[in-house]
């Protein structure tokens, strides 16, 4: 089993910056991925980035250039470093990992064992 904690969200203004942080525990040693995902109201939820242990990252095209995704050495801290934050970014963002390869496969939900309960991230204009 694995636990994932976020925190770093909150509120900014269109423009602003925010920096998401992501705690894995437990049987942490074996994950291969990590990934951050997100969900706005009434939408589904989307792939935002992931990398693996052989820090292979990947990005949805809406986030590239905005966005960054790292981890520390210990490959337990996930990061999510966000700035030109627009309104369109409000959601809940939620971290995920897999003992699986991410792959082609990184953006989608099913890939992904274990969640987060979310933070939620508002942008207003």
């Known amino acids: 089993q694995v636990q994932l904690v976020e925190s770093g969200g909150g509120s900014v203004q269109a423009g602003g910056s925010l920096r998401l942080s992501c705690a894995a525990s437990?049987?942490?040693?074996?994950?291969?991925?990590m990934g951050w995902f997100r969900q706005a109201p009434g939408k589904e939820r989307e792939g935002v980035a992931s990398?693996?242990?052989?820090?292979?990252?990947r990005y949805a095209d809406s986030v590239k250039g905005r966005f960054t995704v790292s981890q520390d050495n210990s490959k337990t801290i996930l990061s999510l470093q966000m700035n030109s934050l627009k309104p369109e970014d409000t959601a809940m963002y939620y971290c995920?990992?897999?003992?699986?390869?991410?792959?082609?496969?990184?953006?989608?939900?099913?890939?992904?064992?274990?969640w987060g309960q979310g933070t939620q991230v508002t942008v207003s204009s």
């Open positions: 995920a990992a897999t003992y699986l390869e991410c792959g082609a496969y990184w953006a989608a939900e099913s890939t992904f064992r274990y």
């Open positions: 437990g049987y942490t040693y074996s994950i291969h991925c």
């Open positions: 990398i693996d242990m052989d820090d292979n990252i």
